[in-house]
């Protein structure tokens, strides 16, 4: 028993020696993060505003400030080195609309492709004529039945042979 107890000491200290992430230590900025000092740090909480800000040893500054509208809304910012020494900062807004950050490094969307812009354009004429599409199959618009009467779903089919006794109940 004594020898089964010393074998699982010894697995414990050899796997808390093995860090299943060697890449996070040879980071160029881990040796500034992992005991970066904070420089300064503002605070001031009310009841329905805050604002905040700070900084630390290893460049890293944020800001925020933010009030009680609806919920919250906030703007405020951050910035910080990368591992590639260039200093990156987002700037932000937060409220019903989402989060909106802007950021020199941060990807932009594509621009909305040609056709797609066309048929949003038709889309508003035609709800601006009365004409409103609601997504449903109608048959007649194209060409599966002389109009839409005659098409049967099939929820109706379902029902009509529970009501002529088709199905029977199962017997145990």
Known sequence: MQLYIIAIALFGIASAAYSPYPEQSNRPQAAYEKNARILAYESDVKEDSYRYNYETENGIKAEEQGREVDGIEAQGGFQFTGDDGRVYSVSYTA??????????HLPTPPPTPEAIL????QNARDEAAGIIDDGQYNPGKYGGAASAAAFVPQQNYAR????????????Y
């Open 118 to 121: 066309k048929a949003l354009e």
């Open 95 to 104: 409220g019903q609309a989402g989060v909106q950050a802007l950021g020199e």
């Open 160 to 171: 009509a042979q529970a009501s002529t006794g088709f199905r029977k109940p199962y017997k």
